[in-house]
C-alpha cells in the first residue's frame, strides 16, 4: 500500500482529487474505485480519511490498492473457504447419514408394522428399546398393537363361541322336524319332540335378545328410563317372583333388606339384573342350598348381595364369570349362553355402580351390587 504524498497525482482526475481531498478534509471518509491515469486498465481501490490530532483536522491521508490485488486474495480466501467447506461437509454428511438412518429406522419400523397389523397380522411389533422419545412412541405403538390383539382374539372367539351356541339348539331343532316330517314317531313322541323344538327355539330366541341387549350397552345405545324407586320392594318382588323356582330345587330363599331404600334408578333394568343373579343361584347350586338376599346402606350407597352356601368356584374363575360367553366348566350342561352376568354388569356400571363376586371352594359364592342412593 502507498500514503498519499505527491504519487496522489498519478492517478485520478485532478477535478476527482481536489474534491476527494476536501471531502477527507472536510471530516468525511471515502472509499471508490478508480483508474489509473496512466493505465486506465489498472483500477484501484482508495480509501481516504482524515488524520486529526484532538479534534483538529490536520491532515488527509489516502490508502490504495490495485482492485486485481485484492481480486487476488479474494480468489485465495474463496479457495481457502471451499477446502474448508469440503473439508466439514464430507465428514459432516457420513454423520448425518448414519444419524438420520438410526432416526428414520423406527419410523420406518413402525410403517411396516403399520401396513402388517392393516392386513391382519396384529402380532407384529416394533423392536426399539431407547429410553427416548422414539422409545415411547415405539411403546405406544406396540400397546396399540397389543390391544388390537386381543380384541382380535376377543371377536373370532365370540364368534366360535356364539356358532357353538346356535349349532347345538338348530341341531335339535332339525332332528326334531326331520322325525315329525318322516312320520316315523308316535303320538306322544311328537308331542314331545314338538316341545324340544319349542323350548330349543325360545333359547335361541333369548340367546338373540341378549346378543341385542349386549350390542346396545357396547355401542351406548341404551337409554334409561329412571325413576325414584324403592329397591326394598324391588327386591322382594324380584324373590318372590323367583320362588317357585328355589321351591322346584328345594332350595331356601330368605330376604334381609332395609326399609326406605329409594335411589334412582331403572326399577326394570335393576330387576333382570337381580333375576339374572338369582337364576344363577337356582342354576349353578345343589338342592338344600341356602341363598340368601341383602340391602343395606353404607358410605352413601346402596348394597345388594346375592349370596349362597353352595360349591363355589375357583378364584381364576371367578374372575372370569363377567366376560362375555363364559361359563364355568361346571356350568356347561346347564342353559344359558354366558351373557347374563356381561349383561348385569353393563346394566349396574350405567347406573353409576359397580358389581363385584366373592367365591371359595365349599363356601360359597356370593355377588355384590353398589348403587349410588341419590
Known amino acids: 500500500m502507498n500514503y498519499m504524498k505527491g504519487d496522489l497525482l498519478n492517478f485520478g482526475e485532478q477535478p476527482a482529487i481536489n474534491r476527494w481531498v476536501k471531502q477527507v478534509q472536510d471530516g468525511r471518509e471515502m472509499n471508490l474505485i478508480a483508474p489509473f491515469q496512466e493505465n486506465d486498465e489498472e483500477r484501484m481501490l482508495i480509501v481516504g480519511f482524515p488524520l486529526r490530532y484532538g479534534k483538529v483536522i490536520e491532515a488527509a491521508a489516502f490508502v490504495y490498492t490495485p482492485v486485481s490485488n485484492i481480486q487476488s486474495l479474494t480468489g485465495r480466501i474463496d479457495r481457502i473457504l471451499v477446502l474448508v467447506s469440503l473439508g466439514i461437509t464430507v465428514p459432516v454428511g457420513f454423520i448425518l447419514f448414519f444419524v438420520s438412518r438410526r432416526f428414520v429406522r423406527p419410523f420406518k419400523d413402525m410403517r411396516q408394522a403399520a401396513a402388517s397389523i392393516a392386513e391382519g397380522n396384529f402380532s407384529e411389533r416394533v423392536l ?13 405403538f406396540n400397546g396399540m398393537a397389543e390391544k388390537l390383539e386381543r380384541v382380535e382374539t376377543s371377536r373370532r372367539q365370540f364368534i366360535s363361541e356364539i356358532s357353538h351356541e346356535l349349532r347345538t339348539p338348530l341341531t ?14 308316535s303320538e306322544e313322541e311328537e308331542r314331545e319332540f314338538t316341545q324340544i323344538a319349542l323350548k330349543e327355539t325360545r333359547r335361541m330366541s333369548q340367546l338373540i ?17 329412571k325413576e325414584r324407586t324403592d329397591l326394598a320392594a324391588l327386591v322382594r318382588e ?6 317357585s323356582r328355589f321351591d322346584e330345587k328345594t332350595m331356601e330363599v330368605r330376604t334381609d333388606v332395609a326399609g326406605g331404600a329409594f335411589a334412582d334408578v331403572d326399577p326394570d333394568r335393576i330387576r ?8 344363577n343361584a337356582v342354576k349353578h347350586n345343589p338342592p338344600g342350598t341356602k341363598v340368601c338376599v341383602t340391602l343395606a346402606d353404607r358410605a352413601d350407597a346402596w348394597h345388594i348381595a346375592v349370596c ?11 374372575d372370569k364369570l363377567f366376560d362375555r360367553l363364559y361359563k364355568a366348566d361346571s356350568s356347561r350342561h346347564t342353559q344359558g349362553a354366558g351373557l347374563g352376568l356381561t349383561i348385569a354388569k353393563y346394566i349396574v356400571e350405567a347406573h353409576g355402580g359397580t358389581i363385584s363376586v366373592e367365591s ?15
Do not use: W
Not at 335339535?172 to 314317531?185: F, H, N, P
Not at 335378545?209 to 328410563?225: I, K, R, Y
Not at 371359595?360 to 341419590?374: D, H, W
Open 128 to 140: 426399539y428399546k431407547e429410553n427416548d422419545e422414539l422409545g415411547d412412541l415405539a411403546s405406544s
Open 172 to 185: 335339535t331343532v332339525r332332528a326334531s322336524l326331520q322325525g315329525l316330517a318322516d312320520g316315523i314317531l
Open 209 to 225: 335378545e341378549d346378543l341385542l341387549q349386549l350390542s346396545a350397552f357396547e355401542e351406548s345405545h341404551v337409554q334409561l328410563n
Open 238 to 243: 324380584t324373590v318372590q317372583q323367583m320362588r
Open 272 to 279: 333382570q339384573v337381580l333375576l339374572n343373579l338369582l337364576d
Open 308 to 318: 349362597d352356601n353352595g360349591p363355589g368356584v375357583p378364584a381364576d374363575v371367578a
Open 360 to 374: 371359595e371352594i365349599g363356601e360359597g359364592t356370593c355377588f355384590r351390587v353398589t348403587l349410588p342412593s341419590s
